[in-house]
């Protein structure tokens, strides 16, 4: 596992709501940050430092109030391109479909354009992970930019991420709008490539998202 599917993973866990097993796995999170890239992994640890000492009640309250579409701060990619219109329909079907091409079949009441599912599917195979990140940069650079300004520790989660993904972070929302205007690096993703198994050494606990949300695809 590389040290930016590690990041990418344990980012994947913080950015869902915060329950009993977020606070029982924080030793396991922090020892696999250990072997990540320092930047990114530093972010995650100030996260881990809060979270230990704050409270599960505080903290799920924090969580609500940070990640909402009121304030433009939405952990689902597609909001970021296509709002609530007919066409996010067809892109939350696109992401299912990549998914699938990748032998996940999305198994879930979440969305599939929910952050941690992406980051999870980024952590699996990260050539095609990274570029479903790419396509949805400028929504993810411009959530970073919104919790940064809203001065949560969930900004550190949100930089780690973007630290993940090739060249640097704008430093402003029309730089962050600037990306959307020149698209993508790739065209698109979803070859055939099945899944394959972490490996020996691997004691994180994973899948982040619950186990029936990326099941395998039945040959």
């Keep these: 596992m590389t040290p930016d599917a590690v990041v990418r993973l344990v980012a994947g866990r913080l950015l869902q709501y915060p329950d009993e097993r977020l606070y029982a796995e924080l030793p396991r999170y922090e020892a696999a940050l250990a072997g990540a890239a320092p930047e990114p992994a530093g972010l995650l640890t100030e996260f881990l430092a809060y979270a230990r000492t704050t409270s599960g009640l505080d903290l799920a309250a924090h969580y609500t109030d940070t990640f909402d579409t009121r304030n433009r701060r939405c952990l689902y990619l597609t909001w970021w391109t296509d709002g609530d219109t007919r066409n ?3 892109s939350l ?19 599939p354009d929910f952050l941690p599912v992406a980051l999870e599917f980024a ?20 959530l970073r930019l919104a919790v940064t300004a809203a001065n949560t520790p969930y900004a550190r989660v949100l930089e780690a991420v973007c630290a993940t993904l090739p060249g640097p972070s704008p430093e402003t929302k029309a730089e962050a709008k600037a990306l959307a205007k020149r698209g993508p690096a790739h065209e698109s993703v979803g070859l055939s490539d099945p899944l394959e198994p972490f490996g020996p050494g691997v004691e994180l606990p994973w899948p982040a998202m619950p186990p029936e949300t990326l099941e395998r695809t039945p040959a």
């Design 123 to 142: 952590a699996l195979h990260p050539e095609a992970g990274t570029q479903l990140l790419e396509e949805h940069r400028a929504g993810l650079e411009l």
């Design 93 to 111: 079907v696109r992401m299912k479909r990549i998914y699938r091409d990748f032998g996940l079949e999305f198994a879930s009441d979440e969305l």
């Design 88 to 90: 996010r329909g067809l």
